[in-house]
């Protein structure tokens, strides 16, 4: 269970991943070790994952993002299961969400232009068996971006 100060110190690790206990312990207004104690029992308890770092896909030469919706043609168990391994297999496809409603998935795509998205939806994804319809937008601006999740101590 969460409290206050846990609270504080997941939003804080949330914004800066770096920051040292003795960073923390200022933030929360503990020892650097009461704080570092706090992390490490936050990470083995599962709340913290991991760390990353965040990188710019513009940076790297991957200038086209996109999210592509994909319909699949059949549900059978072993169909499903070899398009989520060819899923995984593409390093441009960055995560997938499987969804309720109209599309099956939902995927989140980088790539170095247009035409590497082209090839990607009609060289990769409409020739598998699986697929029956793909929808794909590309992202135009970024207003708001893995934003912090919001932690409320209970």
């Given at each position: ?32 070790s ?13 709340y ?9 896909p ?12 994909i ?9 499903a299961?070899?398009f ?24 989140r ?6 035409p590497?998205l ?29 934003a ?7």
């Amino acid at each position: 269970m969460l409290d206050s100060l846990d609270s504080r110190l997941l939003t804080a690790l949330q914004k800066n991943a770096h920051l040292t206990a003795q960073e923390l312990g200022e933030i929360l207004h503990l020892s650097a070790s009461q704080a570092g104690r706090r992390r490490q029992r936050l990470e083995s308890e599962g709340y913290i994952k991991d760390y990353r770092a965040n990188l710019d896909p513009a940076k790297l030469g991957l200038k086209v993002e996109a999210f592509i919706q994909i319909t699949t043609a059949t549900h059978d168990p072993a169909t499903a299961t070899a398009f989520m391994n060819h899923l995984r297999a593409q390093e441009n496809i960055t995560a997938v969400w499987t969804l309720t409603g109209e599309a099956d998935y939902l995927l989140r795509v980088f790539c170095a232009d247009l035409p590497a998205l082209n090839d990607l939806v009609h060289k990769v994804l409409l020739p598998h068996p699986a697929v029956s319809r793909v929808h794909s937008q590309i992202v135009m601006d970024k207003i708001k971006t893995d934003a912090p999740l919001p932690v409320a101590s209970v």
